[in-house]
């Protein structure tokens, strides 16, 4: 009997656990052709230079956010082709999934903020995850295993492994390497990766594959693919690391990205809640030496200061 492969035991079930927390599946058939391979070619050609997004739905979402955008379609997207294909693009494209890019007003004569996603109504949203999300560059060619979308936009990566293989996750680690390496392109916009064999569940930032900067995701339910999947990729988590607990900051003048841990976020969404609850006058943070208390810190600080200016009105 051959052995179960990567896609029955791995990626398949992630797809099934995906749609049961809301994201809408999208075959791979349907997936290319709303980024527009052509069918007629060779499939070694069809995904050269093909787009890295959902165009249809993108712009389609861009006009319902933004109704005086007034830019021919294509046009934003034209400008993300533009993006450098380092961490430097990526950190631009950072502020673009966070509602700070601008556009012109030409009824007002102002700039205002570019809105891609909704946050405070996350209904108003699409989500899909798809497979097999194939692009070549005219050099290079990769096809990652599962990709979830935003509004259109890729922002994570789930890189599976079949767990009868040794060193399995990292494995899964070296192949986003190489991702990174050859099709940069797709790391524009992405944000999170992950590798998992169905037993471990490792996780990080694009642009940071250091093995010091990827981390193991915990839950209750130790080693169940499930619990872990359900828990790191659940919508309103998704949301979180893209709006607040991606961190960009220079060291020895180069520019590093690092995600908040687990302990990083509960700290800040428990100093946040702390902080607003009228009923309370102190509190107490106590850390660990080496636990991240600079990141906790300045995220905790950003939260209370955007939550008062948004409170005040300013």
């Known amino acids: 009997m051959p052995t179960p492969g990567e896609h029955k035991t791995v990626q398949a079930r992630i797809l099934e656990y995906a749609e049961a927390i809301g994201?809408?599946?999208?075959?791979?058939?349907?997936?290319?052709?709303r980024r527009g391979f052509d069918p007629e070619l060779p499939p070694a050609d069809r995904a050269k230079n093909r787009s890295l997004f959902f165009d249809d739905l993108l712009d389609a979402k861009l006009r319902e956010f933004n109704p005086r955008y007034a830019e021919a379609e294509g046009a934003l997207l034209g400008q993300f082709r533009h993006l450098h294909t380092d961490i430097y693009g990526n950190r631009e494209f950072v502020e673009h999934l966070r509602n700070r890019g601008k556009f012109f007003d030409h009824e007002e004569k102002r700039e205002?903020?570019?809105?891609?996603?909704?946050?405070?109504y996350p209904a108003r949203n699409v989500y899909e995850v798809t497979e097999e999300w194939a692009f070549h560059n005219g050099h290079y060619g990769t096809r990652e295993d599962v990709v979830f979308l935003i509004n259109g936009i890729p922002v994570l990566v789930i890189e599976c492994k079949n767990a009868n293989k040794d060193e399995a996750i990292a494995l899964g680690v070296d192949q986003i390497r190489r991702y990174h390496r050859e099709t940069p392109e797709l790391f524009v916009s992405q944000q999170l990766f992950t590798a998992t064999d169905a037993i471990g569940f490792s996780y990080g930032v694009s642009w940071?594959?250091?093995r010091r900067n990827i981390f193991?995701?915990?839950?209750?339910?130790?080693?169940k693919l499930e619990a872990k999947v359900k828990s790191f990729c659940a919508i309103p988590q998704v949301l979180a690391f893209l709006k607040d607990y991606i961190v960009f900051a220079e060291k020895d003048e180069e520019l590093n990205k690092y995600l908040l841990r687990q302990h990083q976020t509960g700290a800040v969404?428990?100093?946040?809640?702390?902080?607003?609850?009228?009923r309370r006058t102190r509190g107490l943070i106590w850390h660990t030496q080496g636990s991240g208390k600079t990141f906790t810190m300045i995220k905790a600080a950003e939260r209370l200061f955007r939550g008062a200016i948004v409170k005040s009105g300013v």
Do not use: C, H, M
């Open 23 to 33: 994201w809408t599946f999208v075959s791979r058939e349907e997936a290319e052709q």
């Open 208 to 210: 940071n594959t250091v």
């Open 112 to 120: 205002r903020d570019l809105i891609l996603i909704d946050y405070d």
């Open 216 to 223: 193991n995701w915990k839950n209750e339910e130790v080693g």
């Open 269 to 278: 969404e428990a100093t946040v809640g702390r902080a607003l609850d009228p």
